[in-house]
């Protein structure tokens, strides 16, 4: 397969996968590997993970929007925990890691474009996030209450009340109290469930 073939296939994707790839050029599945990574040593080709792929900036006209990508990298998920309540604004910190939850068990990849972290939920509760438009792109990302329940949920132990208060929480972007505590009973967790009606009186300025 020649290079120039092979970039006016891929040049407008944000990322390509090797099937994708075989199913463009259906004579040349043999080489492809082998010509991926000439052209990946050679600075044209990124691995963002085995077997997804994207050319770097240079050769590519879509931008990649790392956000999108986490939901890409590892499927089923979406964002959450850390990155999605600094994104809501519900804590003040910065987050340098793209952090989501999957039904899947838990992974973490580094690329060029960020690192990415997968935390495993049950299936029963792989559900409540929605499609936020981010950077032109849709993508999968937990609204506050949620981001909020699955960190409390994931993070080991107790949740006392000078540890929520540590979190820093923006009662402006907290959901209201009820809304809240019907996303943490869905958890089926009296450690969310405590810590929910905790961060709800601190919401409300009373003593914790």
Sequence with gaps: MRWNAFHAAVRTLPWFDLQTLKTVFPHEQRTLPVQLSRWKRAGAVLQLRRGLYALCEQYRSAPVHAPALANILYEPSYLSLEWAMSWHGLIPEYAPLLTSVTPRETARFSNAFGEFVYRTVRPALFHGYRSERISQVDVFVAPPGKALCDYLYLTPGPWTAERIRELRLDPE????????????????????????????????????
């Design 173 to 208: 972007t907290l959901p209201e109290p009820d809304e809240l505590e019907r996303t943490a009973v869905a958890f089926e967790s009296s450690k969310v469930e405590r810590a929910v009606r905790r961060v709800a009186q601190l919401a409300e300025g009373e003593a914790l």
